[in-house]
């Protein structure tokens, strides 16, 4: 950003009218973002792209079976078995169920007649019954199914009887109480962690209180950004990507903040007006921000290459939410700095001329260790990231089941386990398949030889041409035995010649979700590394730097997920009521981690590299490389560790892949941060010297290593 107009936007008037802009924002779109949990859209069928087979079978059974019905189960058991009265009362219970707002008339099924229609029924030891019911609240099923489900476990109730609710009602409203949290706790959790760090990094008992109101303006007005696009612009928003954004804002825009502050500090030091000190830090770190919140906006972006409609939707979300942080933190926040003037450090306030502590810190002692053997310091560092690499062959991207997908046991799994303990299936998970008419007996006798699949139900008509039928899949709806048995099912149909079968269905929307999801995996992590690569040579205005640069964070994810395997495996079970076995991982974890990781470690690496360059016009690339790593280590290690603390937040939501993704995330960062950026980059720089900016004449001069500190600029008087 050019001076001129850094001094512009925190002028003694202006830093009133953008005090005052973004305050009507917070007014007018912090209403709107605390509705968007109203306009999210969690269905399966709202991930998955059109040219799924399963979403196929959905459109054609539109006009016939609704695409938001959701069948449950009330299961009831007692250990010493259902008693006549028990039996009546449930029979009776069954009408009262069908008053409930949303259930579909003519859907209860009392547990004799579930027996007889085979979707529950009662076990043969007597010890557990199940009525049966279907859900339809149109499109906004959701939002609608935990009241469904209060409603139910306030009919069901018989003394002595233990009452779940199972089946895709059960398993929503379970869903629905994970998400419950993601615009309270989560991000009242993350703020806190936040302000701790703060308070630690600043040792000011009043700082940190700017950077937080700053955050929490670009959380409130990007949330009500994507409210709006969400409602009238038909952007896909779930519960999923309202954390994520959550978690990014706040990460991101203190990290932003950071490294504004910590370089207003700088220039409050050389300038006794604090305006002009506040033009200097912006012209000068706001490029760097920049560079850092465009790397990733652009690679969120980049997620809308991706097929699944989830992940598509995931991108622009995360890329508004950013824009606005970025916007926030150079513009808001400059202006509160301004306003409240140099006691706002207080009790350590940057006086104009005092020394610049940074300069015989933590981490220019560790540039100085560096510096004699560079060489030897970045191979052995790369040898140690290469060994954690190896645990990423531990990871199994194959799915999880419903029950491994929690990090806790809810209602609809215990549900399940009483259903298989005593004899009874889950048959609301079925394959739906759609054939033409006449071929629907052979694509039924094509079924026959399919392990795993129950008995087939009537055939129904769709039109004059094409019909349907169902069959129930005795495996847990995203299991690899219901993904199994749904492929053998497409494989056995497909090969009836002429009935232009397609099989679909609660398991083939899992499985379809993740085949979508090894395709995005291929064509978005070479698409993100090319347009971060890009990115950094327009920034560095080099090659070498860039590509050096995309190494290391490659790398460093690499690592990343390498360790995280190994907590996934054997610490986290430790710490958590119910964890999947191994190291399991939804098919799209892989693209995430990789697409935050690299969006935002190399983050940090802008930061230290676009203050090598800054100082590599004076001093020369290798001393640059000590001073820059001497200025920014500090605050690159507090963003480190602010953003580290905040995706790790994830982990209070029962969710299995955010907490995977937060831990994985987290790792990375600190890596990043505290080896990559500190160690590995600083190392290479000092070994390269002036080749790192190759083909770039920047630094021309004989590499040698420096022997003496540099000279800190001396203070400018005020020229106000």
Same mark, same amino acid.
Request: charged share 15%; proline share 5%.
């Given at each position: ?82 008693? &006549? ?88 409203? &379970? ?7 993601? &615009? ?22 009043? @700082? ?71 033009? *200097? ?98 191979? %052995? ?5 290469? %060994? ?33 303990? #005593? ?70 149909? #497909? ?27 291929? %064509? ?67 693209? *995430? ?25 004076? #001093? ?22 602010? @953003? ?27 890596? &990043? ?48």
């Amino acid at each position: 950003m050019h001076r001129q107009i850094a001094g512009k936007l925190t002028g003694r008037v202006t830093k009133w009218i953008v005090l005052a802009f973004w305050i009507v924002a917070l007014g007018v779109f912090g209403s709107l973002s605390s509705k968007l949990v109203d306009v999210q859209n969690n269905e399966a069928s709202s991930w998955l792209p059109g040219s799924a087979e399963s979403t196929e079978v959905s459109n054609e059974l539109a006009s016939t079976v609704s695409p938001n019905d959701i069948p449950t189960l009330v299961i009831y058991y007692r250990s010493s078995g259902l008693t &006549d009265a028990d039996k009546a009362a449930i029979e009776e219970q069954a009408k009262e169920l069908g008053t409930i707002d949303g259930v579909v008339e003519g859907t209860v099924l009392t547990p004799a007649q579930a027996q007889q229609a085979g979707v529950g029924g009662v076990s043969e030891d007597g010890q557990v019954a199940v009525t049966a019911l279907t859900f339809n609240f149109g499109s906004d099923g959701w939002n609608a199914i935990p009241d469904a489900a209060d409603q139910i476990r306030d009919v069901a109730q018989i003394d002595g009887v233990t009452v779940h609710l199972g089946g895709y009602g059960g398993q929503a409203a &379970d869903a629905a109480e994970v998400f419950s949290g993601v &615009d309270t706790t989560l991000i009242l959790g993350a703020l806190l962690v936040v302000i701790v760090i703060l308070l630690f990094t600043y040792r000011s008992p009043i @700082l940190w209180i700017l950077p937080i109101f700053s955050v929490v303006v670009a959380y409130s007005v990007s949330g009500g950004v994507v409210y709006l696009l969400a409602k009238y612009a038909d952007l896909t928003v779930n519960g999923q990507s309202q954390a994520i954004l959550g978690i990014l804002v706040i990460g991101a825009g203190t990290d932003y903040a950071l490294l504004l502050v910590a370089r207003y500090r700088e220039e409050l030091r050389r300038h006794d007006n604090r305006h002009e000190a506040m033009a *200097f830090a912006l012209h000068r770190a706001a490029p760097a921000i920049l560079a850092s919140a465009s790397t990733v906006v652009v690679g969120m972006l980049c997620l809308l290459l991706a097929e699944l409609n989830s992940t598509a939707g995931l991108g622009p979300v995360n890329a508004i939410g950013i824009a606005v942080t970025f916007l926030v933190m150079v513009t808001l926040l400059p202006a509160l700095l301004v306003i409240f003037g140099r006691w706002i450090f207080w009790p350590k306030r940057p006086h104009f001329g005092s020394d610049e502590p940074n300069t015989k810190g933590l981490w220019a002692k560790v540039g100085r260790s560096i510096a004699p053997r560079p060489r030897r310091v970045w191979l %052995v560092t790369t040898g140690l990231l290469l %060994v954690a690499c190896l645990g990423v062959l531990k990871i199994d991207a194959g799915g999880m089941s419903t029950e491994d997908g929690y990090t806790k046991e809810f209602d609809a799994i215990k549900g399940q386990k009483v259903l298989a303990a #005593h004899g009874l299936v889950d048959n609301s998970n079925t394959i739906q398949v759609v054939t033409d008419t006449d071929q629907v007996d052979a694509v039924i006798q094509s079924l026959d030889t399919v392990d795993g699949l129950g008995t087939p139900t009537e055939p129904k008509p769709l039109s004059d041409t094409r019909s349907y039928f169902e069959a129930p899949i005795q495996a847990d709806v995203s299991s690899t035995a219901a993904y199994d048995t749904v492929q053998a099912s497409r494989d056995a149909a #497909h090969a009836v010649d002429g009935a232009d079968a397609l099989v679909g269905g609660g398991s083939a929307f899992y499985l379809d979700t993740k085949v979508a999801s090894s395709r995005d995996n291929k %064509v978005i992590i070479p698409t993100v590394l090319v347009v971060v690569l890009l990115i950094l040579i327009f920034l560095l205005r080099a090659l070498a730097a860039p590509l050096i640069l995309m190494a290391t964070v490659v790398l460093s994810f690499g690592a990343a997920m390498g360790l995280s395997a190994l907590v996934f495996d054997y610490f986290m079970p430790l710490i958590t009521d119910h964890w999947p076995e191994g190291v399991q991982v939804d098919p799209g974890f892989p693209l *995430f981690a990789f697409v935050f990781l690299v969006a935002l470690g190399i983050d940090y690496n802008i930061f230290l590299m676009t203050r090598v360059r800054e100082e590599t016009a004076q #001093h020369g690339t290798r001393q640059g490389a000590l001073i820059a790593l001497s200025s920014t280590g500090g605050v690159i290690t507090s963003a480190g560790l602010v @953003l580290a603390a905040t995706f790790l937040v994830l982990g209070s939501i029962p969710f299995v892949f955010l907490a995977e993704l937060g831990v994985a995330v987290a790792l990375g960062v600190l890596l &990043d941060t505290m080896i990559v950026r500190s160690v590995l980059v600083t190392a290479i720089n000092l070994d390269l010297g002036g080749k790192i900016w190759w083909p770039s004449a920047l630094d021309r001069k004989p590499p040698v290593l420096p022997s003496e500190p540099v000279e800190q600029q001396k203070p400018v008087p005020a020229s106000l």
